[in-house]
T-cell receptor, first 114, second 113 residues
Framework: DSGVTQTPKHLITATGQRVTLRCSPR?????VYWYQQSLDQGLQFLIQ???????AKGNILERFSAQQFPDLHSELNLSSLELGDSALYFC?????????????FGSGTRLTVV | GQQVMQIPQYQHVQEGEDFTTYCNSS?????IQWYKQRPGGHPVFLIQ?????EVKKQKRLTFQFGEAKKNSSLHITATQTTDVGTYFC?????????????FGAGTQVVVTP
């Protein structure tokens, strides 16, 4: 157990639907990062939150949104799902604002869009 | 934008052999980090290198950061079946105040007994 909890582990849904992925960071970590991993794209950075505020955005689609709550857990919302959104979605956390320290990854949510 | 390239993409190794995987960035990095992802697992932080020319060892793994802080290497000696997985390098851009990590595409290592 890495200390970063992601739920659900697996999700199967139909095109056009909306899903919410949840992440609880490691205790004491204020930064939360979301990454998408697909077979041909590697680990793609989506978005970063630090202590409740959005701090950086990557290649995140407009159909995707995220937030970090006062208790520091984060949710990634994916809407109008397409087949191409099928991927592993990882949440990672770190203690600091910058990327100068190792990330702790959760076990991921495998999303399958059918 | 910044790109982090890793070569090779795949590495087939006979158990007991050595191999090296390389990481190159188009921009200077404040640090380089290495992660290992076992099949079906999640990336796990291995190490961070900060100083130019830095070399660190973890048992059979040797990590090196280039003098210009734009490249890095991971050398594994006497490969074992437990070394199977994908090795990623990652680094934040020095100009990126928020420091989000840019990951390379990874080197997938397969070990033949």
């Amino acid at each position: 157990d890495s200390g970063v909890t992601q739920t659900p582990k697996h999700l199967i849904t139909a095109t056009g639907q909306r899903v919410t992925l949840r992440c609880s960071p490691r205790s004491g970590d204020l930064s939360v990062y979301w990454y998408q991993q697909s077979l041909d794209q590697g680990l793609q950075f989506l978005i970063q939150y630090y202590n409740g505020e959005e701090r950086a955005k990557g290649n995140i689609l407009e159909r995707f949104s995220a937030q970090q709550f006062p208790d520091l857990h984060s949710e990634l919302n994916l809407s109008s799902l397409e087949l191409g959104d099928s991927a592993l979605y990882f949440c990672a956390s770190s203690a600091r604002l910058t990327g100068n320290y190792g990330y702790t990854f959760g076990s991921g949510t495998r999303l399958t869009v059918v | 934008g910044q790109q982090v390239m890793q070569i090779p993409q795949y590495q087939h190794v006979q158990e007991g052999e050595d191999f090296t995987t390389y990481c190159n960035s188009s921009t200077t990095l404040s640090n380089i980090q290495w992660y290992k992802q076992r099949p079906g697992g999640h990336p796990v932080f291995l190490i961070q290198l900060v100083k130019s020319g830095e070399v660190k060892k973890q048992k059979r793994l040797t990590f090196q950061f280039g003098e210009a802080k734009k490249n890095s290497s991971l050398h594994i000696t006497a490969t074992q079946t437990t070394d199977v997985g994908t090795y990623f390098c990652a680094g934040p851009r020095t100009t990126d105040s928020w420091g989000k990590l840019q990951f390379g595409a990874g080197t997938q290592v397969v070990v033949t007994p």
